[in-house]
């Protein structure tokens, strides 16, 4: 029998970055109509400007400064643009955004190599850059107004979000949110992150497309529900029961959409699951003994810089080799 020798790569695929980062552009779609519905245009318009913005400075920076003539966009910095427009909230003036889009597309991606190569999710770093440089408009919060047509600020009012009024109040006032309003999206909070139903339908897309990691979202909030019940066991007017973290704050947008970004996530299923439960379990952390109410951005990002160490240790052993 004679056998053919070529070199790598040897299973190939119809696939590419394009087409990936479509598909998570098309699932986070319902989000962007949650997000309008609750928050008016002035939300769309914030999503339009996160998505053009970015792409405009990537292909400045790919065309001008690294003289890349060939360049085309390949949606990367899009869905950066657009995760950033809906971690903020709809009190963010514009020009604000784009300042945060700015940092996370040239500093945090760039800065370390371009697509593929940068330690932390650009996104995120961009939310909590904007989050330590303006607080003020990252932590105003407003009332849903339930219609897609509302003009952003004048008929909009300032409320607390659920996580908010948990950490300042208890878990009975918090109890004034419905579960029902948590998982529809009826409450304050960033622009993504408030309906549930929604966000799960996006994931759902990606993961009948193959486009997630199902072990990091799954790990992730497992070790939330689990974290949770044992101070809810503990004292339950104070810590508040797992359904309520897990529907309330950015845990399902970052769980379902962040924190499995194929770049800044280990490799192994193994790794994955250890990145998703440090992710849990720093998020609990921060939001009950932290100064904000949530950490779900903090967490991951602090996960991210343990990436490389995580791929290290749970690597699989090669084929022919002894484990050392």
Not at 32 to 59: D, H, N, Q, R, W
Not at 205 to 220: E, F
Not at 234 to 245: A, C, E, I, M, T
Request: net charge positive.
């Amino acid at each position: 029998m004679k056998l053919l020798t070529t070199s790598a790569p040897h299973v190939r695929t119809q696939d590419s970055t394009r087409k990936i980062m479509i598909d998570v552009l098309i699932a986070l779609i319902p989000a962007v109509i949650a997000s309008t519905y609750f928050f008016g245009l002035y939300a769309l318009i914030l999503a339009i400007i996160g998505v053009v913005s970015a792409e405009l400075v990537e292909l400045f920076i790919m065309r001008v400064l690294k003289k890349d003539k060939e360049f085309v966009p390949n949606g990367s910095a899009a869905v950066t643009g657009l995760l950033l427009a809906l971690n903020v909230s709809v009190a963010t003036p514009w020009w604000v955004l784009l300042i945060g889009v700015f940092f996370a597309i040239a500093i945090v991606k760039h800065v370390f190599g371009g697509l593929g190569q940068n330690t932390f999710n650009p996104a995120l770093a961009g939310r909590v850059f904007l989050l330590v440089s303006f607080p003020s408009a990252m932590t105003t919060w407003y009332s849903p107004i339930n219609k897609f047509f509302g003009v952003y600020p004048a008929d909009i009012q300032t409320t607390a979000t659920p996580l908010a009024v948990l950490k300042l109040q208890g878990f009975e006032s918090a109890k004034s949110f419905s579960y029902i309003d948590l998982f529809f999206g009826n409450r304050g909070g960033s622009l993504g992150e408030t309906s549930i139903i929604l966000l799960l339908l996006g994931f759902s897309y990606l993961v009948v497309r193959g486009r997630i990691k199902v072990m990091v979202p799954a790990s992730y909030i497992g070790s939330v529900l689990l974290f949770s019940w044992i101070f809810y066991m503990v004292d339950p007017s104070k810590y508040g029961s797992p359904l309520f973290h897990v529907l309330t704050g950015g845990l399902m947008l970052g769980a379902l959409f962040m924190a499995t970004d194929m770049v800044t996530s280990p490799m192994t299923i193994k790794g994955q699951a250890i990145f998703g439960v440090g992710c849990g379990l720093l998020t609990m952390v921060i939001r009950y003994f932290g100064g904000y109410p949530e950490g779900v951005s903090l967490s991951i990002i602090i996960m991210n810089a343990l990436v490389p160490l995580i791929d290290r240790y749970t690597q699989p052993r090669i084929f022919g080799r002894r484990v050392a």
